[in-house]
């Protein structure tokens, strides 16, 4: 009895030394946060609420500036432009992630595996600054591969960046290209830890591949399923640097993101108070779309 009191305690120390470990290596990280984000928030919202004039003279304005933004056609352009780019984009990448992630789990050799998972995971690791100038040339009206390829398929040459119709689609496909193997590394390791077994069961009951998926890999995988979900909804409403570098907002503010719109309010127009106010509106709106992705990521699963 002794010698069960002594494992439990020891035990429970070991654990506490692990906790205790854990903490030291992640504070770096939450030390970093909390200066960087959680410490601002008072001086933005300090910002939000004064006009400034010049570098040192600032008047309280109270909540003018935050219901002035919501009368302003280029911020509802510039919100407008963020969902239909985030609406394009984070089925695309959770689709065809998933896909993927499905074809290279199906890949019994372990080395064609590997490259396979190293090749979509590159591009994730690329600067999006330097993915935007690739995708540039690439979309060039005059030299670009694209339209060199249209061409020797018979296909019309389009102006892509430049058209106000196809601007939005052709910064999706870089961000997909960009965010692609991100969400397929956490598929992957999701199909990797369904058990065989659940598989062999529904083999041996007449079950086929597509009821096996809707049935046992789409159920077990839910998790990896909400957690791609709520990280591109994230990255997608605070895009900035694709159409900052391809684009600019161009043309004619047609993929003019809210973030982008943020960024040119506080530094091309020096107006941070109205700024820090938009800021404001995007944190509510991530903050709200994350709670009720995170509300339905915790309903149990039945299996």
């Given at each position: 009895?002794?010698?069960?009191?002594?494992?439990?305690?020891?035990?429970?120390?070991?654990?506490?030394?692990?906790?205790?470990?854990?903490?030291?290596?992640?504070?770096?990280?939450?030390?970093?946060?909390?200066?960087?984000f959680?410490?601002?928030?008072?001086?933005?919202?300090?910002?939000?609420?004064?006009?400034?004039?010049?570098?040192?003279?600032?008047?309280?304005?109270?909540?003018?500036?935050?219901?002035?933004?919501?009368?302003?056609?280029?911020?509802?352009?510039?919100m407008?432009?963020?969902l239909?780019?985030?609406?394009?984009?984070?089925?695309?990448?959770?689709?065809?992630?998933?896909?993927?992630a499905?074809?290279?789990?199906?890949?019994?050799?372990?080395?064609?595996?590997?490259?396979?998972?190293?090749?979509?995971?590159?591009?994730?690791?690329?600067?999006?600054?330097?993915?935007?100038?690739?995708w540039?040339?690439?979309?060039?009206?005059?030299?670009?591969?694209?339209?060199?390829?249209?061409?020797?398929?018979?296909?019309?040459?389009?102006t892509?960046?430049?058209?106000?119709y196809?601007?939005?689609?052709?910064?999706?496909?870089m961000?997909?290209w960009?965010?692609?193997?991100?969400?397929?590394?956490?598929?992957?390791?999701?199909l990797?830890s369904?058990?065989?077994?659940?598989?062999?069961?529904?083999?041996?009951?007449?079950?086929?591949?597509?009821?096996q998926?809707?049935?046992?890999?789409?159920?077990?995988?839910?998790?990896?399923i909400?957690?791609?979900?709520?990280?591109?909804?994230i990255?997608?409403l605070?895009?900035?640097?694709?159409?900052?570098?391809?684009?600019?907002?161009?043309?004619?503010?047609?993929?003019r993101?809210?973030?982008?719109?943020?960024?040119?309010?506080?530094?091309?127009?020096?107006?941070?108070?109205?700024?820090?106010?938009?800021?404001?509106?995007?944190?509510?709106?991530?903050?709200i779309?994350t709670?009720?992705?995170?509300?339905?990521?915790?309903?149990?699963?039945?299996?």
């Open positions: 009895m002794k010698e069960k009191v002594k494992k439990l305690i020891l035990g429970k120390s070991l654990r506490e030394k692990q906790l205790r470990t854990a903490y030291l290596f992640i504070a770096p990280c939450i030390a970093y946060f909390f200066l960087i959680i410490a601002q928030i008072p001086h933005i919202l300090y910002l939000s609420f004064h006009a400034f004039f010049g570098l040192d003279f600032s008047k309280y304005v109270g909540l003018s500036q935050f219901l002035g933004i919501l009368r302003e056609k280029l911020f509802w352009a510039s407008w432009n963020t239909y780019f985030s609406c394009l984009s984070i089925p695309s990448v959770l689709g065809l992630s998933l896909g993927i499905l074809l290279i789990h199906y890949i019994k050799t372990r080395i064609i595996k590997d490259f396979f998972k190293a090749l979509y995971f590159l591009p994730t690791v690329c600067s999006l600054v330097a993915a935007a100038l690739i540039s040339w690439i979309y060039e009206p005059n030299i670009g591969l694209l339209n060199n390829l249209f061409l020797k398929i018979g296909l019309l040459p389009q892509w960046l430049h058209n106000p196809l601007v939005i689609p052709s910064l999706v496909i961000n997909v960009v965010r692609l193997g991100l969400g397929m590394i956490i598929f992957v390791a999701g990797e369904i058990p065989a077994v659940y598989y062999e069961a529904a083999r041996i009951d007449g079950a086929n591949r597509l009821q998926f809707l049935r046992i890999t789409l159920p077990l995988l839910n998790p990896q909400m957690l791609v979900l709520i990280l591109e909804t990255f997608t605070q895009i900035f640097d694709l159409p900052y570098v391809a684009t600019e907002g161009g043309p004619a503010n047609a993929s993101t809210i973030v982008l719109h943020l960024y040119q309010t506080a530094f091309k127009w020096n107006r941070p108070g109205k700024a820090s106010a938009i800021s404001l509106y995007l944190f509510a709106m991530i903050l779309l709670v009720v992705q995170w509300k339905i990521s915790r309903k149990r699963v039945m299996y």
